[in-house]
């Protein structure tokens, strides 16, 4: 499903991503953990191509995204985003749109579909999420986890074949959290293919079938979840999670 190769990315001279290689197959759970500055969310953003890569490939199934750091052309490239959907950490909803218009925007906007059908369609998916009542709403009307539900709805809207999740419980508190994480399992459930950095790790064991650790912008340890989380090791990965534990 994505492909990434001998991936390199520096900001200033400073490399943040070292030689980085890592594939997601079809209907699996990839779990990135790791210290904040480890590289986490810039291997995130270069998957979804918000930052370039300076070397290596990347490609979504047969689409090719880089070619040792060559990127392709507009058109490949917007076949490439078609291919996923990304949740961030502070929602990135519209806040002068209602929730509905948020989800049903980009498929009439952007893939042109009749405007009945992607309103049924962003309807299901917010009753999906538990958002039922809330279409008319704009986003400040909305607690944190629903703002979160409603962004990760409005990702699904344009029926991608993997989701990317950056950190999306850490603006919320516990019982938010939970809310959420909830949605994420029911996704995974329904084996929807998934990248998801995230600093809970009892919720990584749990949902992930891999489980990556991140630190110096390089893969210190990747492996089973139960594995890496439960009996790591690397004594990098070991004093990370102790100090989680801690």
Request: glycine share 8%; hydrophobic share 45%; proline share 4%.
């Amino acid at each position: 499903m994505v492909t990434l190769d001998r991936a390199q990315k520096s900001f200033g001279g400073v490399p943040v991503l070292r030689d980085i290689s890592l594939s997601v197959a079809s209907g699996e759970v990839v779990a990135i953990i790791g210290p904040s500055g480890g590289g986490k969310s810039t291997l995130l953003r270069c998957l979804t191509l918000l930052e370039r890569l300076d070397a290596g490939d990347l490609s979504y199934g047969e689409v090719e995204v880089s070619r040792s750091g060559s990127y392709a052309d507009k058109a490949t490239l917007a076949r490439a985003r078609e291919r996923f959907g990304l949740v961030f950490q502070n929602y990135n909803l519209f806040p002068h749109f209602s929730v509905l218009r948020n989800v049903m925007d980009a498929p009439v906007c952007v893939q042109k579909r009749g405007r009945a059908q992607a309103e049924a369609d962003a309807r299901a998916l917010l009753d999906k999420m538990g958002l039922s009542g809330c279409e008319e709403k704009v986003p400040c009307q909305l607690s944190g986890g629903q703002q979160q539900r409603a962004s990760i709805a409005r990702a699904l809207a344009m029926n991608p074949q993997v989701m990317f999740f950056d950190e999306p419980t850490s603006a919320l508190d516990p019982e938010l959290t939970a809310e959420v994480l909830r949605v994420i399992k029911n996704l995974a459930a329904e084996d929807m293919t998934m990248v998801i950095v995230t600093h809970e790790m009892s919720f990584a064991r749990e949902v992930a079938d891999r489980v990556v650790f991140m630190d110096g912008g390089v893969i210190v340890e990747e492996g089973l979840a139960t594995q890496v989380i439960e009996h790591p090791r690397e004594a990098r990965t070991q004093a990370f999670l102790a100090q989680r534990e801690g």
